[in-house]
């Protein structure tokens, strides 16, 4: 039982540690020996930052821990649930990591992005048919989707699944006092679902629609997360979102916006004005900004060069408050999370376009 009287208790505590330490230490074990199968790229020809050393980067992966704790603590949020449990599942996804490993070692090397770039795919867009982060693919097979958590959880050592989970506390805050089974959540680019997982234990009652423009990771996401009544798995464009106006209460989106050209980026915030109701809330978690961490540019640096991301610089250098107040989402609260940021807008009453 995780709580008594909603209040967590000193076991959950223990477990909570126990779980995410066990998380942490199982994937910077994978990152550790990824690195040793990867053959060193040429130094970059280019100016290269200064890098956060590993004390920092510690420091700030275990405050985004104590802050999920304390609001777990304060009774805002449960014990997170264990998504997709199955621990033989996991053994084999990180096996077919590690297979993999050689094929994205070597696209990096010949600087080979765009082999998902075929007839079969022409009906998706020209900049979403690439290798981002090389990998074999990109995000059109059931493979890649297989794989997707254990690489990201990896590039994060484990820290992953808690920098998402920083979308729950404002959601928590927005339904107090609101009845949840007549809210409506859209999680846009919603990959492998993991996001929607962890809402829908957290408030049950709300109805869930996770978007993606790829198949096989919605199919992965109803397999491994569930799909029900108030849990739907839709395939659709975040720049044509297949939802009447002002029609979703919570608009969520991870690890997206980095993935988009500018252009497509401001119709995406565009679409999302679009179907908040006046009053609703835009939940965006993406990586941190340069401005956020000038003293680690060196990550911003490199991280484009190592992956492939075409868009990545684009949007550390960007002003996102200011594109979404120019659509009518209100810039309302930010939170450098570890190497996110998390960044909550509410859609204005006045909406320039109406
Ligand atoms: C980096 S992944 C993030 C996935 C997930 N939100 C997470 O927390 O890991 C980006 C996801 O966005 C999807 N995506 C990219 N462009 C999209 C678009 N224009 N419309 C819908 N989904 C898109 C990709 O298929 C992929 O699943």
Known sequence: MPHIDGMATMLDRIA???SQTARVGWFMAHYSAGLRQLKPLPKPQFPVGPFPNRQELLRDMRALFEREWSDIAAG??????????????WLRRSILYFRDLPRVDERRHARVNDEPDVAAYAHLPRYYRQ????????WLTEESAEVYDVQVETLFTGAADAMRRRALKP??????GRNQRSMRLLDIGTGTGRLPGFVQHAFPGLRIAGLDLSRPYLEHARRTIGASSR?????GAAEALPFADASIDIATSVFLFHELPRKVRAQVVAEIARVLKPGGRAIIIDSVLERDRPEWKGLFDLFPYYFHEPYFTDWVTSD?????AGYGLVPCATEIAFLSRVMVFERAYYHPEN
Do not use: S
């Not at 805002?76 to 449990?85: G, Q, S």
């Not at 959601?171 to 107090?176: D, G, H, R, T, V």
């Open 76 to 89: 805002l949020l449960p014990v997170p649930r264990t998504l997709d449990p199955d621990p033989v599942a």
């Open 16 to 18: 909570y540690a126990a």
């Open 131 to 138: 290798n981002f982060h090389y990998q074999t693919g990109g």
């Open 231 to 235: 849990l739907k798995w839709i395939e």
């Open 320 to 324: 996102p408050e200011a594109l979404f």
């Open 171 to 176: 959601i928590a805050e927005f339904l107090q």
